[in-house]
């Protein structure tokens, strides 16, 4: 079965400064990876999603990128924070049998000063 | 695009009680139907799923429930204990689509009170 790592766990970051959280998966080839955010009162809002290498789906319009230079890492960028990018960063997949369950990542807490 | 809203945002229960968390959907397409529980500072996890081809699947004390035409699904907890308390999540999606997102709602905080 498929692990996630996911890093760093927890990130203070003052507005203005870069950003990048990374996510490796195991036990999987070509996996469907994506990038959650989980926000007080939002739930769990997709960012991103990815089918394969360079392939790159945003879900809504922000201040982060996200970019996959291999076929087991996905990568959540900005190049300045905004307050409002303060939030709970979720990196899953659904692995290479698509039975629908999403396995998430241990998470990356985020607050942006 | 899929939309799913989720109700109540918070439920507080007595332990031994019943708690049900419903949630409703935009997309008739959609044919797959998970709950996610996620304990504080933890990552969320599958609980019980549901496809579009059954109205009811149950697992020891929890229950979802489907009603396509209506577009809504529910689910149920039996004889409620403390660590049940959590956030849970629906969502829906389609997983004949070529690229399956799982659109979720805003959560439900489950307090089970001993």
């Known amino acids: 079965s498929q692990t996630i790592h996911q890093w760093p766990a927890t990130l203070v970051q003052p507005v203005g400064s870069p950003l990048s959280l990374e996510c490796t998966v195991e036990?999987?080839?070509?996996?469907?990876l994506y990038w959650y955010r989980q926000a007080a009162g939002r739930g769990l809002q997709l960012l991103f999603y990815?089918?394969?290498?360079?392939?790159i789906s945003s879900e809504v319009p922000q201040n982060l990128s996200a970019s996959r230079p291999q076929d087991r890492q996905f990568i959540l960028s900005s190049k300045k924070l905004l307050l409002s990018d303060s939030g709970f960063y979720l990196c899953?997949?659904?692995?290479?049998?698509?039975?629908?369950?999403?396995?998430f990542g241990e998470g990356s807490r985020l607050t942006v000063l | 695009g899929e939309n799913v809203e989720q109700h109540p945002s918070t439920l507080s229960v007595q332990e031994g009680d019943s708690a049900v968390i419903k949630c409703t959907y935009s997309?008739?397409?959609?044919?797959?139907f998970p709950w996610y529980k996620q304990e504080l500072g933890k990552r969320p996890q599958l609980i019980i799923d549901?496809?579009?081809?059954?109205g009811e699947k149950k697992d020891q004390r929890i229950a979802v429930t489907l009603n396509k035409t209506a577009k809504h699904f529910s689910l149920h907890i039996t004889e409620t204990q403390p660590e049940d308390s959590a956030v849970y999540f629906c969502?829906?999606?389609?997983?004949?689509?070529?690229?399956?997102?799982?659109?979720f709602g805003t959560g439900t905080r489950l307090q089970v009170f001993p």
């Open positions: 899953a997949t659904d692995g290479t049998v698509n039975t629908g369950e999403l396995f």
């Open positions: 036990g999987t080839s070509n996996p469907n």
């Open positions: 990815s089918v394969g290498i360079g392939q």
């Open positions: 997309d008739s397409a959609s044919n797959y």
């Open positions: 549901i496809r579009s081809n059954v």
């Open positions: 969502a829906a999606t389609g997983l004949s689509y070529n690229t399956d997102k799982l659109i």
